[in-house]
């Protein structure tokens, strides 16, 4: 089994920043690529950021480029999304997730372990 815990999510005014943490547990975390999605009420889940196993490759959804970087530390079993000069469009539920190999992944279907959502709103 593997557990993902989100932490770090809140209220920010709009070009605000914050830093989204991912604990992991359960299962070698290094061995696997990880990535963040975010989710609106009525709209589809949409991909955010990934990183590989090693964290040498990253991938970022166009909408967030310049603006997020997803790092991981493997010694502490962590992932995390820095966020900066957030806007209104950013608001939504932030959720962290397991890859099921240890390249980057942009669909849903190939990640098997989800956290349980942070809410991020950036006011304006």
């Known amino acids: 089994q593997v557990q993902l815990v989100e932490s770090g999510g809140g209220l920010v005014q709009a070009g605000g920043s914050l830093r989204l943490s991912c604990a992991a547990s359960?299962?070698?975390?290094?061995?696997?690529?990880m990535g963040w999605f975010r989710q609106v009420p009525g709209k589809e889940r949409e991909f955010v950021a990934a990183i590989s196993w090693s964290g040498g490759t990253l991938g970022y959804a166009d909408s967030v480029k310049g603006r997020f970087t997803i790092s991981r530390d493997n010694a502490k079993n962590v992932v995390y999304l820095q966020m900066n000069c957030l806007k209104p469009e950013d608001t939504a539920v932030y959720y962290c997730a397991k890859a099921m190999g240890g390249d980057i992944e942009l669909a849903p279907l190939r990640y098997d372990y989800w956290g349980q959502g942070t809410q991020v709103t950036a006011s304006s």
């Open positions: 359960g299962r070698t975390f290094s061995s696997y690529a």
